[in-house]
């Protein structure tokens, strides 16, 4: 039991080139159950850290990174296939590269290496989820556009929000 939520952090990680290949390909249809597989075994692998007291130091490199492989790479493949306005990867994208560039900085400043993820990080994170999920849902035709429209906004005002929030705590740990 204390090596499952890894394995299930690792099955997500080896899901996501799959399913940015059914991407390129159009496939969205099929995108959709491995997309709400990758998102249940985020969900359990979690559960099972703290429910066995299961936590690692890969854990807690691994499941960030993996949803970061996920979440920037479905934006870029979208994005680059013309299945989603490019200026929104872009946004989206960005954040994620001042982010990982102040924690950068911030360590190669302080020396630390704790930066843990803002409660308005991790919202923004859950609706770019929710916006990702709705989009390829309107790719497959099972979505309406005001949804994925209203949740593209969102995901945007998030990010703002989100970086603004990082920025002002990396200001604030100097």
Do not use: C
Not at 14 to 33: G, K, Q
Request: aromatic share 12%; net charge positive; glycine share 6%.
């Amino acid at each position: 039991m204390k090596h499952l939520p890894n394995l299930l952090t690792a099955a997500r990680l080896a899901m996501t080139p799959y399913l940015f290949w059914l991407m390129v390909r159009h496939e969205y249809r099929t995108i959709i159950p491995w997309f709400i597989a990758i998102a249940v075994t985020d969900v359990v692998d979690g559960f099972l850290a703290r429910r066995f007291q299961a936590s690692s130091r890969l854990g807690a490199y691994l499941d960030p990174l993996a949803d970061k492989v996920l979440l920037s790479g479905t934006f870029l493949v979208l994005a680059l296939t013309g299945a989603m306005e490019g200026w929104l990867a872009i946004v989206v994208l960005g954040r994620d590269v001042v982010i990982l560039a102040a924690a950068g900085v911030l360590y190669l400043a302080t020396g630390r290496r704790n930066f843990p993820p803002s409660p308005w990080g991790k919202l923004s994170t859950f609706v770019q989820i929710v916006f990702l999920s709705f989009q390829i849902g309107y790719l497959s035709g099972i979505a309406v556009e005001p949804a994925v429209v209203a949740l593209k906004w969102l995901t945007v005002a998030l990010v703002v929000v989100s970086l603004g929030d990082y920025a002002r705590r990396v200001a604030a740990a100097h």
